[in-house]
């Protein structure tokens, strides 16, 4: 549909809600709209003939500027999220496209770009984050829902809790949260993870041991259980547990006594038990590989956590809590996920879960230092235009993971160590010795 003859383009483009400005090949600003001007707090009147980056100060005006690529590549660049800031200092979140401006020859001249404000956005989202939060847990998803609604009752009662769900779907965060709700909030919690110690290791770490008992028990140590006492023990990873141990355990829940290694005296416990695994109990039970009675005992009450790909809608609300949290700590000030960045995060599987999710951003905020994540400071295996490995994820630990953004980065600035700094945001010394740990895990 064609405008009419008689209605100028210029009022068109100065009735339209978004933000339009236009720059010649100096970057001098020479159309700039109402909406622009609402939008910026700039009145168009002393943003014509200026630099742009003199009215803007967007986060992308140190170097990574959206109308230098359309104008020397030629390309367009549609809903990328940054940040302005308006005169009186608050940074203002919007979402821009840009494009080369060409001549009636088709001979670039400049560029044009266009901006929503995403300020409601961002407060609709604030909102929810508030909303959709219960003792440090993040979810909005039904089933999320229904595990809010009945986890006061269950925390205030003493019976024994299993946590069913696979690796990296809070379970701890959950153990924590009935600790939290319970009359035993002021005493200890105690985590021990079942499958990461050996048998003996692990028997001596949940019930302790007596001098003598062996060769270095110099000392009576009390154990775990003991440790727990008037608190709360939580057993991560018990469908691990050797068999010997799991008739020692089903007598702590049975008789509330256990005895210390070498010793003969059982002792009182007084400590409430929280189970986690991310094994099909049902199936070891018919397998023979953990004991029935244990099970029942274990399974007074059941909360099945779900995988994060069947809870998609919290993915926003879990990628907003990491980022102010690392923001806390590494005192950054990333504005949060550009657009591009959440829709590839909402098609992604996540077979590491929310644990993969948190790993994702803390790799982000390597390349991140400040304004909105994008799809350049994403794992490679993530980004569209790399050949995605089988699980998103790089494969290997958290400082395995910085390693390889550390050295990808050196290898994008061919090597020079300044250029890197810079693009890391990192001082020389901090570049020096995270190279350092690298070469030392490979060696």
Known sequence: MAF???????????????????????????????????????????????????????????????????????????????????????????S??????????????????????????????????ESYSFEDIVGKSEAFERIFTILPQIAKSEATVLLLGESGTGKELFAKAIHTLSGRKDGPFV??????????LLESELFGYKAGAFTDARKDKPGRFESA??????????????????????????????????????????????????????????????RQDLFYRLNVVTLRLPPLRERRADIPLLADHFIRRFNAVQGKDVEGLSEDVMSILMRHDFPGNVRELENIIEFAF?????????VEHLPETLRPDEEAAPGGMPVGTLEEIKCMAVKAALER?????MATCRELNISKDTLRRMLAKCDEADG
């Open 4 to 94: 009419p003859k008689d209605l100028p383009l210029e009022d068109v483009l100065s009735s339209i809600a978004d933000g339009l400005f236009t720059v010649d090949a100096d970057w001098t600003i020479t159309y700039y709209n109402d909406a622009a001007a609402r939008i910026t707090g700039v009145p168009a009147a002393e943003a014509l003939g200026q630099k742009c980056w003199d009215v803007l100060h967007s986060s992308l005006c140190d170097g990574e500027c959206a109308l230098n690529a359309c104008i020397h590549k030629g390309g367009q660049i549609t809903n990328k999220s940054i940040f302005i800031v308006r005169p009186d200092g608050v940074k203002v979140p919007v």
């Open 96 to 129: 821009i496209s840009a494009a080369p401006l060409r001549n009636a020859d088709g001979e670039v001249i400049g560029g044009v770009e266009t901006f929503r404000d995403l300020t409601e956005i961002h407060a609709m989202r604030k909102e929810m984050r």
């Open 191 to 200: 985590p021990v993870n079942c499958g990461a110690l050996p048998e003996t």
């Open 229 to 290: 006492r008037g608190g709360t023990i939580f057993l991560d990873e018990v469908g691990d547990m050797p068999g010997k141990l799991q008739v020692k355990l089903l007598r702590v829940l049975q008789e509330k006594t256990f005895e210390p290694l070498g010793g003969v005296t059982p002792v009182s416990s007084d400590a409430r038990v929280i189970a986690a695994t991310n094994r099909d109990l049902e199936a070891l039970v018919a397998e023979g590989d953990f």
């Open 366 to 374: 390597i390349l991140c230092s400040s304004g909105f994540i994008q």
């Open 413 to 417: 600035n061919q090597g020079k160590r």
